[in-house]
């Protein structure tokens, strides 16, 4: 067979991605993006990750290296220090062999690689072979900053400061911070793997992050002093739920496939009148809370969708039904249906920074309820800075009581604040819909980083 041209031949993007749902989710969805614009994509994940995968898009093709846990994967690990560690190890040699092998061919040779911020061992592997690399960051650009500023120092840690004052940032307090700067004399490497992002950040060709120009104007145009091959290319959510250019492109590609019985049920419902609750795959909260939660949904006015995971269904009260004309308890739902059905009136969330950019890319007030990492950020952003929620208050236990959280969901849902949440909450949409479109700023950002690629 004759063998392509340098010309006719496609770039080939190499997209290494976190083996977790929130980080493969929206590297998946970039993956396509970059397809649509004639770019040949092979996505990577971890062995064990790549097993309990249901499906990619047939356009992408799949590849996998070992994180040193192939049968178990990170719960395999006895501390998420050793994980990290033997995945560097073992990851960065089977990347590289990956990319060997890749490199044989004319064909497969890899242009690029796109690699999730925490694998900065994946930059120095490319850099070896010669290839460009791409940084993808998957949390927002206050997030990144706060990291990314006690990474050099200038954030004391362990904290000692009842303030927080950051180059471009509102003040934050210490319980605005990440998590992980609160636990870090108990578990320190958990700090240092989102500090560890930025060590060698400035060698990458390209700094991709999944949020929109308008979210953060003044700290992007801060970074790209420093950065200057910084770009924001999100929201990286499915098209049909943004731009509606391509209606197939309905999920990310990678979720279990299910039926959706919950959207049936909102189907009956009138316009603005459910309370969607849902705290992600990882949140795990406490039976008291989980109890607390119950007892205001159950004693509220107002309809209720409640994703509660499998494994958290022994924290329900014992006499609470899963099931009424009135509230609906279901293990599983597609999101972003649920948030972009009518009868959604605002969204009770842990406010991952996924879960955040879809309620915002559809037009939906939220109560925040965060429980660890970013999440608390997050909400300080959602309820001060976008101004499109409430983070409903907790007791000296952490524990967000019932009567709290039913005055926040009355706010919402019956008074004049939840008309100015949910205005606001519309303009982001508008903002976010209008940075994915053809000229906007993400897409013109995509076009720029593929016609790199060709050159």
Known sequence: MEKKSIATRRAHCLVLAYPAYGHINPMLQLSKVLVREGVRV????????????????PAIALQ?????????GYTGAASHKEYTEKFCEVGSLTFAELLEKLGRSEDDRVDCVIYNSFFPWALDVAKRFG???????TQNMTVNSIYYHAQLGKLQVPLTQHEISLPTLPILQPQDLPTFFLTYEKQPSLLHLLMDQFSNIDKADWILCNTLYDMDKEIVDWFMEIWPKFRCIGPNIPSFFLDEQYEDDKDYGVTELKRDECIEWLDD??????????????????????????CCLKECSHYFLWVVRKSEEANLPKDFEKKTEKGFVVTWC??????????????VTHCGW??????????VPTIAIPF???QSTNAKLMEDVWKMGIRAPFDEKKVVRREALKHCIREIMENEKGNELKNNANQWRTLAVKAVKSG????????????????
């Open 372 to 374: 660890w990492s970013d």
């Open 42 to 57: 092979t996505f990577v994940t971890t062995i064990f990750y790549a097993n309990i995968v249901q499906k990619v898009p």
């Open 64 to 72: 996998t290296i070992s994180d040193g846990f192939d049968e178990v």
């Open 440 to 455: 906007g700023s993400s897409h013109k950002n995509i076009l720029e980083f593929v016609n790199s690629l060709f050159h």
């Open 131 to 137: 290839i460009a690399a791409a940084t993808y960051l």
């Open 354 to 363: 996924n879960s955040t950019l879809e309620t915002l890319s559809l037009g």
């Open 334 to 347: 597609s999101q972003l249906k649920v948030l972009a059905h009518e009868a959604i009136g605002c969204f």
């Open 269 to 294: 419902k009138p316009k603005d009148s459910v309370v969607y609750v849902s705290f992600g795959s990882i949140a795990s909260f406490e039976k008291e809370q989980m109890e607390e939660i119950a």
